[in-house]
């Protein structure tokens, strides 16, 4: 009997080990030949922007933008707060970067891996702004890119106001930890908390005249954050 429970526990494990195996959850495997080839290099980071489509297609858009100012982009389409946590580590820590710019929230919102839990979405981010701490990386919390509603989940509600909440807890963390917080959405934003018009094709994404806006932003507060003791 004891032999039997024994076999079908072992079993049991090894399915669930299996299964966890092949589910690439956090997509760690997305830049793994780039984070162990700046490692090697001992190339040294000054900058490492994490975030999700918004961040990876800024990257595809204007590529010299990063290269010009060792800027790297850490950013994966569809991804939430809790897998950026997940990689956290791996693509920022790592690469012992001077300051780290976390741009996330956007897909909790729209619910891509689960129902929205704005305090979840908060501490997540919050996790990341301290293990950067912890590392001796400077901390930039940029605001969530106004939206008005998002294509891929119709049903989901008053997206600009629940955008408006989380951005409000993240300007007032930021300010109560001396955190730069790089306010992108009250420039790019309507009447109606949506994205102006001209600035994306879908609503979410910046097209380059978006990401024109939010260069010269970020890039002051870099240097802000930079010189900040």
Do not use: C
Not at 10 to 18: A, E, Q, R
Not at 55 to 70: A, L
Not at 164 to 179: E, F, V, W
């Amino acid at each position: 009997m004891k032999l039997s429970v024994f076999l079908t526990l072992s079993l049991f494990t090894g399915l669930f080990v299996n299964a966890q195996n092949a589910v690439d959850f956090a997509n760690l495997a997305r830049y793994k030949d780039e984070n162990t080839s700046i490692l090697s290099s001992k190339k040294k980071v000054d900058v490492v922007f994490m975030g999700n489509s918004i961040t990876e297609g800024w990257v595809k858009s204007h590529p010299e933008f990063f290269s010009e100012n060792n800027y790297t982009g850490r950013g994966i389409s569809g991804q939430t707060t809790s897998q950026m946590l997940l990689r956290f580590q791996n693509d920022v820590i790592a690469l012992k970067p001077k300051l780290v710019i976390i741009n996330a929230g956007t897909n909790d919102i729209a619910q891509n891996t689960g129902v929205y839990d704005p305090d979840f979405t908060f501490n997540n981010i919050k996790a990341m702004a301290d293990i950067a701490q912890n590392n001796g990386i400077k901390v930039i919390i940029a605001s969530v890119l106004p939206a008005a509603a998002f294509p891929w989940r119709k049903e989901i509600t008053d997206v600009p106001q629940k955008v408006d909440a989380l951005n409000n807890r993240l300007k007032q963390y930021a300010n109560d930890n001396k955190i730069i917080y790089a306010d992108y959405n009250s420039v790019m934003r309507d009447s109606k908390g949506g994205m102006r018009e001209g600035l994306s094709k879908d609503g979410i994404h910046p097209v380059p005249a978006g990401y024109a806006i939010m260069e010269p932003l970020i890039k002051n507060a870099i240097h802000k954050a930079s010189v900040k003791k």
